[in-house]
């Protein structure tokens, strides 16, 4: 190999060394992920939190006020932590933008989801439970997993994942 085949090899080596600690760090975030967080702004936090227990067996931690007006709950399920706020100056998206019918038609979060060990037997239990299907079980090839949705008390989409 010539100085300079040497040089240009030693060269795409660092390039590539520099690029694997570029990415390093934000792999080595999700390494260490083992749960979630949502909050949700609800009409009824009470109500809301109440269908969380007992369709999804979410059990509170807390609830109480929050300044003035508002109210809040705190629900835990292992790792999962589910948080919402009763704001009685908020409303509906489609009221706050005149038009927007689905919450993906603006930018942010508009689904959350979780991943379950037991697909057939979550959505079972979901459907016997009353919980309002949103769509069913379907295979994400890109993924390699199934999933379905459904929507809770509020209308909030919900997408279950599993095997």
């Avoid at 835990?76 to 919402?84: C, S, V």
């Avoid at 079980?137 to 008390?153: K, P, S, Y």
Wanted: neutral net charge; contains cysteine.
């Amino acid at each position: 190999m010539t100085k300079w085949g040497c040089v240009l090899l030693l060269a795409c080596f660092s390039a590539s060394l520099l690029n694997a600690k570029d990415t390093a760090p934000q792999a080595a975030v999700m390494n260490h992920a083992s749960g979630s967080f949502i909050a949700l702004s609800t009409p009824n936090e009470s109500r809301t939190a109440q269908w969380y227990q007992d369709k999804f067996g979410f059990q509170m931690v807390k609830e109480g006020q929050m300044g003035k007006d508002q109210r809040f709950a705190l629900l835990r399920f292992d790792n999962n932590i589910l948080e919402l706020i009763e704001n009685p100056g908020a409303r509906p998206l489609a009221k706050a933008v005149p038009g927007i019918k689905d919450p993906f038609e603006v930018h942010g979060i508009f689904k959350t989801g979780f991943t379950v060990d037991k697909l057939d037997e979550v959505f079972e239990a979901l459907e016997r439970n009353g919980v309002k299907i949103d769509f069913h079980i379907t295979q994400l090839n890109d993924l390699g997993v199934r999933a379905f949705g459904v929507r809770d008390i509020d209308g909030n989409l919900i997408q279950i994942f599993g095997k």
